[in-house]
């Protein structure tokens, strides 16, 4: 069975930092490439990062291009999103894909707050 579960959310202060996790199981994590999306109140789901399987190449969303970096770990079967410099319009449910499988985690909350 194909899961994906996130952590890492919380409450931060405009400026700070927080680094999500993405645990996969249930396929052969290696083989896929992985995205991050989000969902902030009242709007639709937004693309924010993805890497490829093999080779981890990177790619951001203009949003967020310059303060946020994924990564992954292979042997760990975990997608990273190392967030700085956060911002309330940061504000939002993160999610993980896996692509290929369509498959979602249930979301882990950031919110960016004074």
């Known amino acids: 069975q194909v899961q994906l579960v996130e952590s890492g959310g919380g409450l931060v202060q405009p400026g700070g930092s927080l680094r999500l996790s993405c645990v996969a199981s249930?396929?052969?994590?290696?083989?896929?490439?992985m995205r991050w999306y989000r969902q902030a109140p009242g709007k639709e789901r937004a693309w924010v990062a993805g890497?490829?399987?093999?080779?981890?190449?990177?790619r951001y969303a203009d949003s967020v291009k310059g303060r946020f970096t994924i990564s992954r770990d292979n042997a760990k079967n975990t997608v990273y999103l190392q967030m700085n410099s956060l911002k309330p319009d940061d504000t939002a449910v993160y999610y993980c894909?896996?692509?290929?499988?369509?498959?979602w985690g249930q979301g882990t909350l950031v919110t960016v707050s004074s």
């Open positions: 894909y896996a692509e290929g499988l369509g498959a």
């Open positions: 890497i490829t399987s093999v080779h981890r190449t990177p």
């Open positions: 249930g396929f052969t994590f290696s083989n896929y490439a």
